[in-house]
């Protein structure tokens, strides 16, 4: 696996640290939880399918520190599901040091004017409202860190925000701006907020988007976990408060 960003020396750089994953079976969450098992966190796993869950966790599981699973659906999950959440880790593990946002939601390319409602604001809110959902409640835990950091993956904005990306496009706007609105709020606390922007991966989200993908930079998804793991980790602090925009 290739650890973009993650200097050779820093490979134990999540060394008793506890790492929440959202979207932890996605093409890049499975690979950056591994990546962080690897760097030596403690790995809690979310998601809301729990067999692929369970693969990941295996995967896991054969390069560090035993993870945890968390099934959890994030379309349904309620601002109470969140606070539970975070009443169990305190409970169980006694910390939180960082929290990776890779759960997305997107079902292709389609006309606004042509969106069904419903499916047009269950894209807002898995995209958008459930990651600050989490986040919120994730943060008095992390505040007793010392040295915090809450990672948003974005896609390429200036993509998105391009005809037919919907709800999907505004709702990664939306993030972006969270993360300078969230910085400017918490840059005098331990909690570090940062976003990655990864050059174009083979996922399936991608693949709704482009049926005949012939990019020849797109790459697997593992090529951007180091990337990850930098965020989260002390070197990270270099990218306070920024989009870090990495091709593999």
């Known amino acids: ?10 490979l134990r750089a999540l060394d008793q640290r506890v790492v929440l994953v959202s979207g932890a079976h996605g093409g890049l969450g499975s690979a950056a939880a591994v990546a962080c098992a690897e760097a030596g966190a403690t790995v809690v796993l979310l998601g809301r399918k729990v067999p692929k869950l369970n693969r990941v966790y295996d995967a896991v599981a054969q390069v560090g520190a035993e993870p945890l699973l968390y099934p959890l659906d994030l379309e349904g999950a309620t601002p109470d599901d969140y606070a539970e959440l975070a ?9 939180l040091d960082g929290v990776l946002h890779c759960a997305a939601e997107f079902k292709g390319l389609t006309p606004l004017e042509h969106t069904d409602p419903a499916a047009f604001a269950r894209a807002m809110h898995v995209n958008l409202t459930a990651p600050w959902w989490l986040s919120q409640a994730c943060l008095p835990l992390l505040k007793q860190s010392d040295g915090a950091a809450l990672v948003f993956s974005v896609d390429d904005l200036a993509r998105v925000g391009q005809a037919y990306w919907g709800a999907y496009g505004v709702a990664q706007h939306g993030l972006a701006s969270m993360v300078g ?14 976003a990655l922007q990864p050059g174009p991966m083979r996922t399936g989200l991608r693949s709704r988007a482009y049926a005949d993908d012939t990019d020849a930079q797109a790459r697997d998804a593992g090529a951007y976990a180091g990337a990850c ?18 091709r593999a």
């Open 1 to 10: 696996m290739s650890l973009v960003g993650l200097p050779t020396r820093a």
């Open 87 to 95: 009443d169990r880790l305190h409970a169980e593990l006694g910390r």
């Open 181 to 194: 609105m969230l910085h400017a709020e918490l840059a005098t606390s331990t909690v570090r907020v940062s």
């Open 229 to 246: 793991v930098t965020l989260l980790s002390s070197a990270g602090a270099t990218h306070r408060g920024q989009i870090w925009k990495v």
